[in-house]
C-alpha cells in the first residue's frame, strides 16, 4: 500500500505541486529493479519529513513531458526543487542520511 506521505504526481497537477516550498522528486519506473529498491528509502524520509516537505514520484513512462523536461537519462533520479527550481539531483541509490543532506540544501 503506497505511503500518503509521498505524493505521484502526474503533468497535470505537477506546477502547482512544486511552485512553492522544497520538493524531492523521484524519477522512477515499475520496471527498475534500483528503483523499487530506493522505494523504501523514499518513504522513510517522506514520512520522517511530514508537512516539511514534499516528497513526490514521477512515472517516468506515464509522464514523457515531465521526464524529458528534467532531462532524464537514467533512472532512479532524485531531484530537488525549491519554489519550483532545481537545487541538486543525484542519479542511482541514496542512502537515507545522504537523501536527508541532499534535502537540507533547500531548507
Known amino acids: 500500500m503506497p505511503s500518503t506521505a509521498v505524493k505521484q504526481l502526474n ?3 505537477f506546477a502547482a505541486a512544486v511552485e512553492s516550498g522544497v520538493t524531492l522528486l523521484d524519477f522512477w519506473a515499475p ?3 534500483p528503483c523499487k529498491a530506493m522505494g523504501p528509502v523514499i518513504e522513510q524520509v517522506a514520512n520522517s519529513l511530514t508537512g516539511q516537505v514534499t516528497v513526490a514520484k514521477v512515472n517516468v ?3 514523457p513531458e515531465l521526464a524529458a523536461e528534467f532531462r532524464v537519462q537514467s533512472i532512479p533520479l532524485l531531484v ?3 519554489d519550483g527550481r532545481e ?5 542511482g ?12 540544501k533547500g531548507r
Open 31 to 33: 520496471w527498475c529493479a
Open 93 to 104: 541509490m541514496l542512502p537515507p542520511n545522504e537523501l536527508l543532506k541532499m534535502i537540507e
Open 11 to 13: 503533468k497535470s497537477d
Open 61 to 63: 513512462d506515464e509522464n
Open 87 to 91: 537545487l541538486d539531483r543525484a542519479v
Open 80 to 82: 530537488l526543487l525549491k
